[in-house]
């Protein structure tokens, strides 16, 4: 599977308490926060190669960051909540790398 339809796909998987709650408890979660921990880096990696070009890899990169959604299992602000990481500053660090 090409890694540009992760943003494409993960809109459908929506989150259910159930899941959230097994994977709050669960001390077994390491394979689904590497697997997350994959996602945001590929993403980050394409928004940075491609920011001055503005196409397809780019505008796919940039929607899934700048997406307000916390529904979805793989959308960026789940996966920064599972990974205690700060989706304002990520997304303040993206808009300056945008820039320069």
């Not at 494409?8 to 259910?16: E, G, I, K, N, P």
């Not at 990169?61 to 920064?80: G, K, L, M, P, T």
Request: glycine share 2%; charged share 25%; proline share 3%.
């Amino acid at each position: 599977m090409d890694s540009t339809t992760v943003p494409q796909f993960a809109s459908h998987l929506t989150t259910s308490g159930t899941y959230r709650e097994t994977l709050l408890r669960s001390r077994s979660v390491e394979p689904e926060r590497k697997l997350m921990l994959a996602i945001l880096k590929d993403a980050f990696l394409k928004y940075k190669k491609h920011r001055r070009s503005n196409d397809l890899e780019f505008r796919d990169a940039s929607r899934w960051f700048f997406q307000s959604n916390v529904d979805h299992v793989f959308s960026f602000e789940y996966i920064c909540w599972v990974l205690g990481l700060s989706p304002n500053r990520i997304r303040r660090h993206l808009l300056a790398l945008r820039v320069s």
